[in-house]
């Protein structure tokens, strides 16, 4: 019995291996042109200076890429810390860091080095900044839009949105769907999300994903749904609202997310994943924190869009070694923190929304920047030298009574626990505040693992 188990542990520790590690050597690259723009350029100065004040964040977590000229010493280092080229985008000389996260670079016509923004909207940045007559290059609502909000030094300054798209400028040749896009995004909007059967509910939003991909792509539908799915989480969670204030004084919006995290049933696992696959999500590594945990989880990666999804669901050690994000999930008796979450809730991507919004801080100045405002935070689960991470206290949702009834007819709550949910409600959603550095792209087992159980509704 032993030895089985044993080989277990091995298939489980290979399936689960960190394939993320620091990349020193392109985070002082980055860092090195970073810190040269900020010197030439007064307006990159005052706006990191405002971002750490104002919104608890780094500049160079608001990078999109830089765009050197094709001259600039600079690139002759690229292949030396790690960069290869990138083909993603036809006729342009680009580069791209596959081992962790890291700004794309690409080389520009000129002798000017641009430093390039990455914003939800051009428009908004723009009026916060107060720069009134700027052109926006592409349309409303275009795949891309960008602006140059500042010249000086041979520092160009852009501000660039992103929707669906890796192109380095807008296609200012083709046409902008527009009743389409406003269309869709009203329909994830006003997503119905409460059905008496949630497999009803994951065949609507199936549904809805298709209509929106036959009329604008998968990756453009893909953009629309989770700029949907954040703004329904946002309604629920106090610090989402808060933080996104701050962001907006300086018209930022969420462009600084790193992930954003479902919860899921055992039985309706497979169902979220073949939903985000259909929108175009690969899977990466799996997560597992151990056998006293009780969970694991798929992270999932979109090529374009670049969101990234933490998919959380009970699960076993043997199941950890199988298929586990295609193949059925058998229903079990007992609830762990995930599954108990779902069933007081809802599933994340149909009633309850995003567990939680994971974006890029400076981790100490936020969580004193947002205790000051009356929010707190939890103890971090993560302190390394490269990954910080930490919650915010959860929102406590009212749950509904007949969630409580069908749990305590299962016996899988006690009676206690029963009244507890029903005169006090449960663990709701969080914001997690994090900081990366040296590009790490990894999660940390161990500690997610000690979050987790600390936001078990059942410890509250």
């Known amino acids: 019995m032993a030895a089985t188990s044993q080989s277990t542990d091995d298939r489980i520790s290979t399936l689960t291996a960190h394939t993320w590690s620091p990349q020193p050597a392109p985070a002082k690259w980055v860092q090195a042109v970073l810190e040269d723009a900020v010197r030439r350029s007064s307006f990159l100065a005052t706006l990191r200076r405002r971002m750490f004040e104002q919104t608890g964040t780094r500049l160079l977590d608001w990078i999109d890429h830089f765009a050197l000229p094709s001259g600039d010493e600079a690139l002759d280092e690229l292949t030396h810390v790690g960069y290869q080229p990138d083909s993603s985008v036809p006729k342009v000389r680009a580069w791209i860091n596959p081992l962790g996260l890291f700004p794309r670079v690409r080389t520009t016509v000129g002798k000017s080095r641009q430093v390039v923004l990455k914003v939800e909207a051009v428009a908004d940045f723009l009026a916060a900044q107060k720069l009134a007559g700027v052109a926006i290059q592409g349309s409303e609502l275009a795949s891309v839009r960008r602006a140059r909000v500042a010249t000086e030094n041979s520092i160009e300054v852009w501000a ?43 065949a609507h939003a199936s549904q809805l994903a298709d209509a929106a991909i036959g009329d604008l792509g998968r990756d453009r539908t893909c953009e629309l749904f989770f700029a949907a799915e954040r703004d329904y989480w946002q309604r629920r969670n106090n610090a989402g609202r808060a933080q996104r204030a701050r962001q907006e004084t300086l018209g930022l919006g969420w462009a600084n997310h790193d992930h954003h995290t479902y919860r899921s049933s055992r039985a309706q696992f497979a169902r979220l994943i073949a939903f985000l696959e259909k929108l175009g999500f690969q899977l990466r590594e799996r997560f597992y924190a151990g056998r006293e945990a009780g969970w ?46 779902c069933e007081l809730h809802g599933e994340a991507v149909l009633q309850a929304g995003l567990h939680h919004l994971e974006c890029q801080f400076d981790f100490a100045t936020t969580r004193d920047q947002l205790a000051a405002a009356g929010i707190e935070t939890m103890p971090p689960f993560t302190d390394f030298p490269f990954l910080q991470q930490a919650f915010t206290r959860g929102d406590i949702w009212p749950v509904n009574p007949k969630r409580i009834e069908r749990l305590l007819a299962a016996k899988q709550i006690t009676s206690e626990q029963a009244q507890q949910f029903l005169t006090n409600g449960a663990i709701g959603s969080h914001l997690e505040i994090l900081q990366r550095d040296d590009g790490y792209k990894g999660f940390n087992q161990h500690g997610i693992s000690e979050i987790i159980a600390a936001t078990d509704p059942r410890r509250a």
């Open 160 to 202: 660039m949105e992103r929707h669906g798209s890796l192109s380095f400028e807008p296609d200012l040749n083709k046409a902008v769907p527009l009743a389409a896009i406003t269309k869709h995004s009203a329909v994830f909007q006003q997503r119905q999300r409460d059905f008496d059967d949630d497999a009803e509910g994951f």
């Open 296 to 341: 694991g989880a798929q992270v999932l990666e979109h090529p374009v869009t670049g969101v990234t999804i933490f998919a959380d669901v009970d699960l076993s050690p043997e199941e950890v070694s199988q298929d586990f994000s295609h193949e059925p999930l058998p229903r079990r008796d007992q609830l762990g923190t995930v599954g108990l979450w």
